[in-house]
């Protein structure tokens, strides 16, 4: 967890930004580097789709049935 530490107060005076300007800016090179990380390779993005899930739709429905009835 993150607290207000004097370094961190000091760092973000110095810098001339407030201290949640930082962790944003923090957060967020966090994930364009999961983003960079998450490459396809070629062969595995050729095989997209090739196998097709005849049974997608019947596997909604009865999820669906199974919330209905859980909720209902």
Known sequence: MCSRTP???FYA???KVSLSSLIENYLHSL???QEKDRKISHLVESLTGVIQNSDENKDKE??????EKKYS
């Open 7 to 9: 370094t961190n107060s």
């Open 62 to 67: 009865e999820y669906y049935d199974y919330l």
């Open 31 to 33: 994930t364009q580097r």
């Open 13 to 15: 005076k110095n810098q």
